[in-house]
């Protein structure tokens, strides 16, 4: 086990013996390697000192032994002992000379390691990379690498270093070169076996971990990099200068940064020159501009990501790739296409190669590859009942030099150790040199390691891009498969067309996270072909009249919508395909998109269209899927947030610093922020007084209002007893369990921990869930000890569906209607301050803090309206929540938006995120544009 965890208990009660190499012995191996490729003689020379070392010494011993066990056996006077006088004259004279050689070959020795010193650089290089790909399976289960195949690489680039540059005279520069030369291989070589989303991480970590065996690499700075800010309390927080464009989480990255030493007087700086940052910070690409001031030439370009990391956090991925590129070169940041045919042509005939699947079937290339090689390959799919074939297949391709491909692998991990036995007997009987077994499986966690790391691993993955998707389409299909159906016009190829693009938007979108999809969904080939068969049966029997509702419902519902397990996302598709396939699409110069810059073209033969597909950008403006630019912001946000996040994790323990100035050890940091969170953690709220002031009153709010406290007192006191639990541990009163270790690690990150979320979802900071949980419990007891407020924080609640429900029984009991036949009318308020409220309504209630993601609201006109850019989130006016008996009909200028209780929109099994649907007025777009923005009312936010 390379990462072993056992509970104290365990521990206690068995010798645990440590085989892991560590970073200083696997550098001392391998600069052994390098010295003796390199310089054979000299590290002979010095294997050679180490056993005459060690012989010289043994004699010592040896004399020691021999006087003593004469000493010991002598009787008489010593003096008279003629054979102890003699053994002891002769010792002396061996012990002479051996001390001597001793000197000779430590003075030997010395010179031999101060030439083999001249490599180290090569050796502590080669271990830091190994090290870089070790932590990788943090990210990924199936990223397994052996010490014994690094090796075999590192051997390799020695080799070829040596022959490349055979001339070079320096060992100075050839140790450079080799350098180069093998973390290029390594990067290369791992690219192969990683996820697209990984590269960037691999590539950062690398570069990273480099810069840290240089001592280039600031650790507290690093650490903020990964973290972030976190501000457990504000109240000395300067004031922030210009709320309308700096966010609360953009300010306190200031305010934090400017305590590092190298950042020292950047918050001051920031507020004297607040026009020059402005413009900064609007600039499309600020990674490229200059930083205001005295900044651009004061930090290193590691601190100056740290700027893009706290300003412009959507624009983090570019940068680290900018600084990458930098620090190392541009090697490490276009990783290498896959080349089914290099990789066969560099792998061996006892060593497996597994696929390791993300939405792609390789079988195909695989078969395409092995007809050109004329190779025989026979795939077995695995699963019930095929382990006795497969086995068979693995022997017989041994023998005669077939190919054998075992899909799936995933299907059969109980038969997997079993399959290393056969591949390990197949091995030592020297299978045919032709012979190569390829395995496929999904990422799974109890993938055999010793397979994994025995293996060469290739990721597949589907391309990215419409241009990239729509090109893999029109691939797959000929003149005659768009020609098949005799409609007597072009009408199926431009369907065919809308077709394609269809697949490739939906596919695309969901790189917009929450706003492109509740729910990403693997809609694949299968899903593009029966539509397909679907569409050319209309085409043909419908040559007049389509019945186009038909043909929609049979796509968007039937089809893709059999995938599609959230309504708001079914909605979405039928949106699309409404949009796609009508009798516009039939026409000349029909667009995909408002721009019009993306259309059927007039040829719609497969050269016709290819040609269009081919002079398509690879890079997708949001305006081709009808988003706004600030839903690919909100994409970058998450993704850089995710890559960050996974590289936090990839830290060794004991090395995350909570905030900018951060010391001493981690245990100590995690009792410093133990003892913050319990400063600001709120007092319970007083239930029995709440409950003896309202005696009597059983009315659905006030029903409603009593749960909420005690379920608020709950966490409290969970909290409040977890926290304890921790202490004890951190100072040794007490043994940590499974979940105390749990929470630790979470504070550890200035994470929430997942034991603490159970009153209700958040994904805020562990700080700002801290401070939003004072504001919760401040209203509920405002509420509960002095009045019912005249405007409700439906945020605040733990049920907030709950709350409605009852605003719906208390208005059904006045009025002695049926709870079943009533809705809300939803009335929004021209206003956002709760101060400028005079009154509660009669009926129902005011609702405040609630937030537009997708759009803002037209204060103005009281209708959505499109986002500012870089404005991600706007907030909402106040809305009475009126209940009816009668809903209004609804029209198309209305748009039905879902209401959702935080920025996960699916929310868990347990607790849906979706609480209601507010009607709100569309401000002169169809609804549907407002569907395909993915604009939502949320009643909590990120931070």
């Known amino acids: 086990m390379s990462n072993p965890h056992f509970m104290p208990e365990i521990a206690s009660s068995v010798n645990l013996v440590n085989f892991i190499v560590k970073e200083d012995g696997l550098t001392a191996q391998l600069l052994a390697i390098v010295v003796m490729k390199e310089e054979p003689r000299l590290e002979e020379q010095k294997n050679e000192l180490v056993v005459s070392l060690a012989e010289g010494r043994r004699r010592l011993q040896d004399l020691e032994d021999e006087i003593l066990r004469l000493l010991t056996n002598s009787q008489g006077s010593l003096l008279d002992d003629v054979e102890l006088i003699t053994a002891l004259q002769e010792s002396k004279s061996i012990a002479g000379e051996v001390t001597r050689q001793i000197e000779v070959s430590e003075q030997t020795m010395q010179k031999i390691d ?41 051997v390799s680039s020695i080799e070829k270093t040596k ?21 290029v291989a390594v990067y290369r070589n791992a690219c192969l076996g990683l996820f697209e989303k990984h590269k960037l991480l691999l590539s950062l970590h690398l570069t990273t971990s480099i810069l840290q065996s240089r001592g280039q690499l600031n650790r507290e700075e690093y650490q903020f990099l990964l973290t972030g800010a976190s501000v457990a309390d504000r109240r000395n927080q300067a004031q922030n200068p210009d709320p309308d464009w700096i966010s609360e989480s953009v300010w306190d990255s200031i305010c934090e940064l400017s305590k590092l030493q190298n950042f020292q007087g950047f918050q001051t700086s920031y507020e004297q020159s607040l026009r020059d940052w402005r413009k900064w910070y ?11 001031g005295e900044w651009q030439t004061r930090l290193d370009s590691l601190q100056r990501l740290l700027i893009i990391r706290s300003l412009r956090p959507d624009r983090f991925l570019p940068a680290a790739t900018r600084f990458i590129a930098e620090t ?3 090697r490490f940041v276009d990783s290498p296409p896959l080349n089914l045919e290099a990789v066969f042509n560099a792998s061996k005939n006892t060593i497996p190669l597994i696929f390791v699947l993300s939405k792609v079937d390789p079988t195909g290339q695989l078969m395409a590859l092995a007809s050109a090689k004329n190779v025989q390959a026979i795939a077995v799919a695995l699963g019930q009942g095929q382990s006795a074939r497969a086995e068979k297949l693995i022997r017989e391709g041994a023998r005669h030099g077939f190919w054998v491909f075992l899909a799936n692998c995933h299907l059969a991990l109980s038969w997997l150790p079993t399959m290393e036995k056969i591949i390990e007997e197949v091995t030592e009987s020297d299978p045919h040199e032709n012979f190569r077994l390829w395995l496929s499986s999904e990422p799974h966690p109890d993938f055999p390691i010793a397979l994994l790391q025995r293996s060469t691993k290739i990721t597949t ?34 369907l065919f067309f809308a077709l394609c693009w269809l697949h490739a938007v939906l596919l695309e979108r969901r790189k917009f996270k929450s706003v492109g999809w509740n729910v990403p969904y693997d809609f694949n080939d299968s899903d593009f072909l029966v539509s397909d068969n679907i569409l050319s049966i209309y085409v043909e029997q419908y040559s007049n009249d389509m019945p186009w509702e038909a043909l929609r419902y049979m796509i968007a519902d039937a089809c893709y919508g059999g995938r599609v397990t959230d309504d708001k996302d079914l909605r979405l598709l039928r949106v699309y395909c409404a949009d796609f396939f009508c009798p516009q699409a039939l026409q000349p110069d029909f667009s995909f998109s408002s721009s019009g810059t993306y259309y059927i073209p007039e040829d719609t033969t497969l050269t016709g269209l290819s040609n269009y597909v081919r002079d398509l950008s690879v890079i997708d403006p949001p305006e081709a899927f009808s ?51 319990e400063q600001e953690w709120p007092a319970d709220i007083d239930y029995p007084l709440i409950v003896a002031r309202g005696e009597g009153d059983v009315s659905p709010l006030r029903v409603v209002l009593l749960q909420e406290v005690q379920r608020f007192n709950r966490l409290l006191q969970f909290v409040r007893e977890s926290l304890g639990s921790l202490k004890k541990g951190l100072v040794g009163l007490a043994v940590m369990s499974d979940e105390v270790e749990l929470v630790m690690q979470a504070l550890e990150k200035s994470k929430v921990p997942e034991a603490w979320k159970f009153a209700y979802p958040s994904v805020k900071s562990l700080s700002s869930w801290v401070l939003d949980l004072k504001e919760r419990v401040e209203f509920m007891s405002k509420w ?37 036949t009533l809705n809300f009318d939803f009335l929004v308020q021209t206003t956002g301050d709760e101060n400028q409220i005079a009154q509660p309504p009669k009926e129902g209630a005011y609702i405040k803090k609630m937030y537009l993601e997708g759009a803002s609201w037209n204060w103005e006109s009281h209708c959505l ?49 979706l609480v209601t649907i507010v009607e709100l007025k569309s401000g002169g777009v169809d609804s549907s544009f407002w569907v395909k923005r993915g604009t939502a009312l949320l009643l909590s936010k990120s931070d």
Request: hydrophobic share 35%; proline share 7%.
């Open 865 to 913: 309206r499109d986002s500012e850019p870089m404005k991600l989130i706007t907030d909402m006016p106040i809305i009475h929540f009126k209940p009816v008996a009668r809903r209004r009909a609804t029209t198309e200028t209305t748009y039905m938006c879902p209401l959702y209780m935080y920025p996960i929109r699916t929310g868990t099994r347990e607790r849906p995120s």
């Open 163 to 183: 022959e490349d540059n055979a001339m070079t005279t320096s060992v100075e520069e050839h140790v450079q070169i080799l350098n180069s030369y093998h973390t």
């Open 328 to 330: 190392m070169d541009g």
């Open 627 to 677: 988003q706004h630019v600030n839903a690919e912001i909100s994409s970058q946000i998450a993704d850089a947030e995710s890559l960050l996040s996974t590289l936090l994790l990839l830290q060794p323990p004991g090395t995350t610093v909570q905030s900018a100035g951060g010391a001493g050890k981690p245990e100590d940091q995690v009792y410093r922020i133990c003892e913050t969170v």
């Open 114 to 154: 101060q030439a083999r010193d001249a490599y180290k650089p090569c050796g502590i290089r080669a271990s830091v990379l190994f090290f870089v790909l070790h932590d990788l399976i943090v990210a990924d289960p199936m990223y397994q690498f052996s010490l014994d195949s690094y090796v075999e690489l590192f």
């Open 784 to 820: 509960g000890l002095e009045r019912t407020p005249k405007v409700f924080w439906l945020g605040g609640f733990t049920y907030p569906s709950g709350f409605l429900t009852a605003l719906l029984q208390q208005f059904a009991r006045r009025n002695t209607l049926s709870i079943d």
């Open 282 to 292: 609007a600039t499309v690409e600020p990674e490229r501009e200059s930083l205001p």
């Open 461 to 494: 993955e589907p391309p990215k891009g419409l241009k990239s998707n729509l090109q893999r389409l029109l691939l797959q299909h000929t003149d005659e498969d768009l020609n098949r159906v005799k409609c007597g016009d072009d009408r199926y190829r431009r």
